[in-house]
């Protein structure tokens, strides 16, 4: 792994602990592509008024996954992958885009740019070796971070696993990650948590009644249990 610059790749490749990376069966179990669920897409306002685009990850994403990468800065891309590459290695990129909709499912926030589509952030949900329960993990570019957008991801992920079975969550997070341990903290009901080596583990129910109907919901408006 010549792209790793700095960090541990502890949680990576073929770890015990994945943080929703890719592993060897996983990488095999890519390939299997299900049936795009299109109900998953719609437009966000964020709170400051930008628009942006969820929608399922698609394979053509690849290249606009590496491009997203070179945008994070060092201390993001640590915060989600627990490492810091100079690059996404592209079986890594081939894993990430390429998701059955069931076991495995990713939602991108894209943005349209002069020059075509461009991804700000990306959430989404792995089999852990937990049997029920489901890794998460998010990125929002930097730029796009406290817009609101997080918790956009955060919910739409839960709730496509709520629809397809799934209602037990898992997420490894940094210890030093605030941000992202508020924001489980203030919306999903913790069931453990437990640190080790400055990881803290965080199994949770999604808060609230199961998957959300109306696919209209903004940043602008309520949020449940988000306290503001
Ligand atoms: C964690 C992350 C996904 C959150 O996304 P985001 O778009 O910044 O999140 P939101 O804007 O929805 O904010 C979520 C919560 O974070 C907290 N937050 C937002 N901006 C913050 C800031 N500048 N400082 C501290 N906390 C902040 C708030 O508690 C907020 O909740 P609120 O809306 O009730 O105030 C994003 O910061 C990120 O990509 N971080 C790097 C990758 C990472 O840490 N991934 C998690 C490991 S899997």
Do not use: C
Not at 147 to 169: N, P
Not at 183 to 199: F, S, Y
């Amino acid at each position: 792994m010549d792209e790793v610059i700095r960090g541990k790749v502890g949680a990576g490749v073929d770890s015990e602990r994945s943080n929703a990376q890719p592993t060897a069966a996983g990488v095999g179990a890519a390939a299997s592509a299900g049936v795009y669920p299109r109900e998953l897409e719609r437009p966000v306002v964020l709170r400051d008024g930008a628009y942006l685009r969820i929608r399922p990850i698609r394979p053509d994403d690849e290249p606009r996954l590496v491009d997203l990468y070179g945008r994070l800065s060092d201390y993001t891309a640590y915060q989600r992958f627990f490492t810091v590459m100079r690059r996404l290695p592209p079986t890594w990129y081939h894993f990430f885009a390429n998701v059955d909709y069931r076991r495995r499912l990713a939602l991108v926030a894209e943005r349209d740019t002069a020059t075509g589509s461009e991804l700000v952030g990306v959430g989404r949900y792995e089999p852990s070796d937990e049997e029920g329960t489901a890794e998460v993990a998010l990125v929002v570019q930097d730029g796009w971070q406290g817009r609101g957008l997080g918790t956009l991801l955060l919910e739409d992920v839960l709730s496509a696993a709520q629809a397809r079975g799934i209602g037990r969550f898992l997420a490894y997070v940094l210890a030093d990650n605030i941000r992202m341990l508020r924001l489980l903290m203030t919306r999903v009901d913790v069931l453990e948590r437990k640190t080790e080596e400055g990881v803290v583990a965080l199994t949770f129910t999604p808060r609230g009644d199961g998957p959300r109907q109306a696919p209209s919901l903004t940043a602008n408006e309520p949020r449940e249990g988000a306290g503001s």
